[in-house]
């Protein structure tokens, strides 16, 4: 059973234009958020994260909103860029507890210029 | 600060064969993951150790599949014999706690299995 579903499975975006990327999860338990990027070639690396207490976590041009009673969260990326292509992972897990982050499936972001 | 280091960076092999693949996690961390990436199921967490004692392995896929933790600077995961179905990038992860400090992931292993 997939706990958290991501889509789209790819996007492209036109330089300077608005990537969105969406996940919902089902585990109302889950109350850390976070985002994966990953390049070609090298492991995910953390973007940024929101914890379910606030409903927007902005850093520089990548902004996460979350929205607790629908159970989803998305990412945007402002006015991308071609170096911002690359593989977008969201994830949740729970503070308590002892279990680790839940990956969704990735999304595959291609910004062209 | 050197990140998880993964050894090989690849590796081919050959149907039958043993595989190990290598990790140092970052120094200080205390938890340690692996995992699978694939084009169809994505990343997926194989097992994870808490100070070297192996906490959840239900996401090994088979008998085949094992990982040892034996110290806290070191970890293998070994396929046994390994299969064509294998083939994958595989990833070791560590971080301090958990469940809410991030997860450092090494550059991978990609495994061929011919």
């Known amino acids: 059973q997939q706990q958290v579903k991501q889509s789209p499975q790819s996007l492209i975006v036109q330089k300077g234009g608005i990537s969105i990327i969406n996940c919902a999860y089902e585990?109302?338990?889950?109350?850390?958020f976070p985002w994966y990027q990953q390049f070609p070639g090298k492991g995910p690396a953390l973007l940024i994260a929101i914890r379910p207490d606030v409903s927007e976590k902005k850093e520089g041009r990548f902004t996460i909103s979350f929205n607790k009673s629908a159970k989803q969260f998305s990412l945007h990326i402002m006015d991308s860029q071609p170096g911002d292509s690359a593989t977008y992972f969201c994830a949740a897990s729970m503070s308590s507890g002892n279990t680790p982050l839940v990956f969704g499936k990735g999304t595959r972001l291609s910004v062209i210029a | 600060d050197a990140g998880v280091i993964q050894s090989p960076r690849h590796e081919v092999t050959e149907m039958g064969q043993e595989v190990t693949l290598r990790c140092k996690p970052i120094s200080g961390h205390n938890s340690l993951f692996w995992y699978r990436q694939t084009m169809m199921r994505g990343l997926e967490l194989l097992i994870y150790?808490?100070?070297?004692?192996?906490?959840?392995d239900s996401g090994m896929p088979e008998d085949r599949f094992s990982a040892k933790m034996p110290n806290a600077s070191f970890s293998t995961l070994k396929i046994q014999p390994s299969e064509p179905r294998d083939s994958a990038v595989y990833f070791c992860a560590s971080s301090f706690r958990h469940n809410r400090s991030p997860l450092h992931f090494g550059n991978g292993t990609r495994l061929t299995v011919t």
């Open positions: 585990n109302t338990a889950f109350d850390y």
């Open positions: 150790f808490n100070n070297n004692v192996p906490i959840d």
